[in-house]
């Protein structure tokens, strides 16, 4: 009997499942790399509302806390980043990280409002987009999966891909 090509079958029979299995780890390490990010920027943009409440001289502002939260979240496209913002007095639209308005947040002053008063708490919800490469091995999937968005995550709008939120709360310190 002649075995010839039997190590070609196996290795074709063993090496599909291989490569996927390899490419679906990459993707599940590339999807907690982008959630941590994202979870770690959120956080440092509330960390930076906080500590530049009533007593700093100069009023954060929506494009400041969107500006921290960028730097912070290295490889984030700020585009595709919504954001948002909750304090006492309720909560704003979502924003992209690229489209803040430049009006002050948390607002506050002597008229009643006080949001920007030590002791009150804020936070900052964001949700990003994240797109599977494996997508483009299944056919007739297209460029990436989509994926309805369901409540919360309705504030994704009509993002491509699946929806990863972040939150962070935290009390005015100044």
Same mark, same amino acid.
């Given at each position: $009997?002649?075995?010839?090509?039997?190590?070609?079958?196996?290795?074709?029979?063993? !090496? /599909?499942?291989?490569?996927?299995?390899? /490419?679906?780890?990459?993707? $599940?390490?590339?999807?907690?790399? /982008?959630?941590?990010?994202?979870?770690?920027?959120?956080?440092? !943009?509330?960390?930076?509302?906080?500590?530049?409440?009533?007593?700093?001289?100069?009023?954060?502002?929506?494009?400041?806390?969107?500006?921290?939260?960028?730097?912070?979240?290295?490889?984030?496209?700020?585009?595709?980043?919504?954001?948002? =913002?909750?304090?006492?007095?309720?909560?704003?639209?979502?924003?992209?990280?690229?489209?803040?308005?430049?009006?002050?947040?948390?607002? !506050?002053?002597?008229?009643?409002?006080?949001?920007?008063?030590?002791?009150?708490?804020?936070? /900052?919800?964001?949700?990003?987009? =994240?797109?599977?490469?494996?997508?483009? =091995?299944?056919?007739?999937?297209?460029?990436?999966?989509? =994926?309805?968005?369901?409540?919360?995550?309705?504030?994704?709008?009509? $993002?491509?891909?699946?929806?990863?939120?972040?939150?962070?709360?935290?009390? $005015?310190?100044?």
């Amino acid at each position: $009997m002649r075995k010839r090509g039997n190590a070609t079958i196996e290795f074709t029979l063993v !090496g /599909i499942p291989l490569v996927f299995v390899l /490419i679906s780890t990459i993707e $599940m390490a590339r999807g907690m790399w /982008i959630y941590h990010t994202l979870a770690y920027a959120v956080k440092e !943009g509330t960390r930076y509302a906080v500590a530049r409440g009533q007593n700093n001289p100069t009023p954060t502002t929506y494009q400041n806390v969107c500006n921290a939260i960028s730097q912070a979240g290295t490889g984030l496209l700020p585009a595709d980043l919504t954001l948002s =913002f909750t304090s006492f007095s309720g909560t704003s639209q979502p924003y992209t990280a690229n489209s803040c308005p430049n009006t002050q947040w948390p607002p !506050g002053n002597n008229a009643g409002i006080i949001d920007n008063q030590p002791g009150q708490t804020i936070s /900052i919800t964001a949700f990003y987009p =994240f797109t599977s490469a494996i997508a483009m =091995f299944w056919p007739g999937a297209g460029p990436g999966m989509n =994926f309805t968005p369901a409540p919360p995550q309705a504030a994704c709008g009509n $993002m491509v891909g699946f929806c990863l939120p972040a939150s962070s709360q935290d009390v $005015m310190q100044f």
